[in-house]
């Protein structure tokens, strides 16, 4: 990369090639910086794709007397070390229960027309919120969840790397999350 500082500046107004430049620079080796850490292709795919978005989100508060690299790394243990926290907190499976057999359930476990009708409404809702999404976001969430593409067929469809669509698919979750939420309260 050329310049990285004017890249960084570009990114802090919001410049989507910007961060499209950061992410492909810097992918492979924050990749293989978790990678090594946590000796999961997934995991460090997941915590990589985490790192950029909150990266992303939080960009105006980089400080450049700090090299962005660093600054990512941080960002990138911190997202492992919460994780492990989750991870030793959660309710192992075999302590949940579960019914052994379909004949367990009943016709009470069938929705009566008044939870049809409030889940259609909760649908449509959502769907407001994806539609209120960039046009770019709205698309990547239809090829994923409801065309049910795959990132490589996402990646080839938007003529974008690969890397971008999952860090852009992340973003736009997070996004319909902070809609969902806003609502809530």
Not at 170 to 181: F, S
């Amino acid at each position: 990369m050329k310049n990285v500082k004017l890249v960084i500046e570009k990114a802090q107004e919001q410049d989507q090639k910007a961060f499209n430049e950061l992410l492909n620079y810097h992918w492979g080796y924050l990749y293989n910086f978790q990678l090594k850490k946590t000796r999961n292709k997934d995991l460090a795919e997941e915590i990589s794709i985490i790192t950029f978005a909150r990266a992303f989100d939080r960009i105006s508060t980089f400080n450049d007397q700090f090299e962005f690299k660093t600054w990512l790394l941080t960002i990138s243990k911190n997202i492992y070390n919460d994780l492990l926290r989750k991870e030793n907190n959660k309710i192992s499976l075999e302590t949940l229960s579960y019914p052994n057999d379909l004949e367990e359930f009943t016709d009470q476990d069938h929705p009566s027309p008044e939870e049809i009708l409030i889940t259609n409404e909760k649908l449509e809702s959502l769907l407001n919120k994806i539609k209120s999404l960039k046009n770019d976001y709205r698309k990547i969430l239809q090829l994923r969840f409801f065309d049910g593409l795959s990132y490589k067929e996402i990646s080839k469809k938007m003529d974008q790397p690969i890397n971008t669509i999952k860090v852009k698919l992340l973003r736009a979750k997070n996004l319909l999350n902070q809609k969902i939420e806003e609502d809530a309260d």
